[in-house]
């Protein structure tokens, strides 16, 4: 299966000045780029910085590729250089002194050699436009399974699978979305934490502790900044319990597409969420069943992805939605009541929603009516796998994945 992502290609191809293309490894960088754009030459530049030409498949010296980079660049055609970091300093200093004729596409899985690139004090400023590639996108996964026919809750479950292009390989038609995601979870364990790892791996040992302190702590439940601190402090990786010592790594995460921010509406503050599903799992699991110490189990691993499926329905139905309307994304949060889905438009209320991704019950309708009656928004929702299993009325207008394609 290949899921299109014309959005992605769409930005990279109207772009005609140089282009950087950063982000996590497995994202589908160099697939996208080498399959959906035109370009006259494809350079991959290896780990002991040798330089693969993909056109005729021949491994370069470094004086030949700068001569072949010159050539063509002056003859404006457009040249891909994948892992192009490898490079080091000698090729940050040849590209300020050339001529920026043709179009130059960078791509790069490492976060820190990229900002460096680009960074205030770089000579390279400005140079390049950035086009960060994160997962893809719910809604193009959507698009891509609809014409499989199958049914709604299992749609909304596989596309949250698929946004990680790792498992586009595991996909079966006939396995349920929990069973794909078991089968990628077990057969990925040691890949998963890595897709994360080497985006870091220019930083000193005791940074990249951190960054993944971070992730630990925010899959364990840990999501405003104040947790995040108190729970590395606790675990020794920071000197004091303070929230502003880890904004700079929270900042970067989000950057970098690994976590997102989400607004907690009328008060100063954020939550912090996986953007990865496999991630998310990953820590979590690890975190709860130290599954990276020893064999999957899988029927943990099917209990685990029980447990968290919920929630993870909830943060993507409430990011599909809002980027779907074109409205900003936050929750409400109050001492005895919240909304899963507060969307606003220009700062207003424009619709509050409440997602149940399990056989909803009487209860769970006065529950969710209870806290709707608390707030004001034009439309407000209950949000279910599907709208015609619904067994009982509500004053809330009942809505599933169908109401937003």
């Known amino acids: 299966m290949i899921i299109q992502r014309p959005g992605l290609v769409g930005r990279i191809n109207e772009i005609k ?40 498949n021949k491994i370069l010296s470094y004086e030949t590729f700068i001569e072949i980079i010159e050539r063509e660049l002056a003859n404006n055609k457009t040249i891909v250089i994948d892992e192009f970091h490898r490079l080091g300093d000698d090729f940050f200093d040849f590209l300020h002194s050339t001529k920026k004729h043709g179009k130059l596409i960078l791509i790069s899985s490492t976060l820190f ?82 897709l994360v790892g080497e985006i870091f791996i220019e930083e000193e040992r005791t940074v990249s502790a951190i960054y993944e302190g971070v992730l630990r702590a925010i899959a364990n439940g840990n999501v405003i900044s ?34 997102k921010r989400i607004k907690v509406y009328g008060k100063n503050r954020f939550i912090y969420k996986h953007m990865s599903p496999l991630a998310r799992l990953f820590y979590y699991a690890d975190e709860k069943y130290n599954i990276s110490e020893k064999r999957p189990n899988e029927a943990v691993i099917k209990r685990i992805i029980d447990e968290l499926m919920p929630r993870m329905v909830e943060d993507n139905v409430r990011e599909f939605v809002a980027h779907k309307l074109g409205l900003d994304e936050t929750v409400v949060e109050a001492c005895d009541y919240d909304v899963d889905a507060y969307l606003l438009k220009f700062k207003k209320p424009k619709i509050a929603m409440e997602i149940k991704w399990k056989k909803v019950t009487k209860a769970d309708i006065k529950k969710a009516e209870k806290n709707m009656e608390k707030i004001d928004a034009e439309e407000k929702m209950l949000f279910v796998p599907d709208k015609k299993e619904m067994r009982y009325k509500t004053r809330l207008k009942v809505v599933d994945i169908s109401d937003f394609l």
Do not use: M
């Not at 160099?30 to 370009?39: D, G, K, M």
């Not at 729970?231 to 000197?239: C, G, P, Q």
């Not at 004091?240 to 880890?246: F, L, V, W």
């Open 17 to 56: 000045k140089w282009i950087l293309i950063y982000g996590r490894r497995k994202t589908g960088k160099s697939f996208v780029t080498e399959n959906f754009i035109h370009f006259d030459d494809y350079f991959f530049v290896k780990r002991d910085r040798s330089i693969l030409s993909k056109k005729d």
């Open 226 to 259: 104040s947790e995040i601190s108190s729970y590395l402090f606790s675990r020794k990786l920071i000197s004091k319990d303070d929230p502003s010592i880890i904004q700079q790594y929270l900042t970067n995460l989000i950057e970098f597409g690994i976590i």
């Open 113 to 194: 050699l990229s900002k460096k690139l680009i960074s205030s004090r770089s000579p390279l400023l400005g140079f390049f436009a950035e086009i960060p590639v994160w997962l893809i996108d719910l809604n193009d996964c959507i698009s891509e399974l609809k014409k499989l026919n199958i049914g709604k809750k299992s749609l909304v479950e596989t596309s949250i699978l698929l946004k990680e292009p790792i498992a586009i390989d595991y996909f079966e038609k006939r396995d349920s979305p929990r069973k794909v995601f078991e089968k990628v979870v077990i057969g990925s364990i040691r890949t998963i934490p890595a």
